[in-house]
């Protein structure tokens, strides 16, 4: 393990059987999918293939992340067919941004004519 340890405050198997990572669930010890809601309780590590409990976050032998980080599932989401994050989305971005709170303010400052 490369000194990462997996993570302490979920513990993916106890004596009497596996933890599931979506509902919590307790299943039985030699179990491969959750008897209550149906997700798989294991995943296999990409770069070594070792069998791990879904709930961990990385590799117990090799210390590999498991899952996709947040920044990563968010590209695939929302980033077709494998593009980056261009310069020109980021300034589109900010300028959208700036727009918005100008908006906001000028909004926040008006005060309707009194009457005449």
């Keep these: 393990m490369n ?3 997996p993570e302490a405050s ?3 198997t106890t ?7 979506k ?7 030699g179990s491969n999918t959750c008897g209550f809601c149906g997700s798989h309780l294991h995943i296999s590590c990409s ?3 070792h069998r791990n ?9 090799c210390g ?5 980080s947040l920044w990563r599932r968010w590209q695939r989401k929302f980033l077709k067919n494998g593009q980056k994050v261009k310069p020109l989305y ?20 008006y005060r309707p004519p009194g009457p005449n």
């Design 15 to 21: 004596g009497n059987g596996i933890l599931c990572a």
């Design 23 to 29: 509902c919590d669930h307790l299943n039985p010890g």
């Design 10 to 12: 979920r513990q993916p």
């Design 3 to 5: 000194g990462n340890k």
């Design 90 to 109: 980021v300034a589109l971005l900010i300028i959208a941004i700036l727009v918005t709170y100008k908006v906001i303010i000028k909004l926040a400052e």
């Design 47 to 49: 770069k070594c293939g």
């Design 64 to 68: 590999h992340r498991l899952h996709r």
């Design 53 to 61: 409990a879904r709930v961990l976050a990385r590799c117990t032998q």
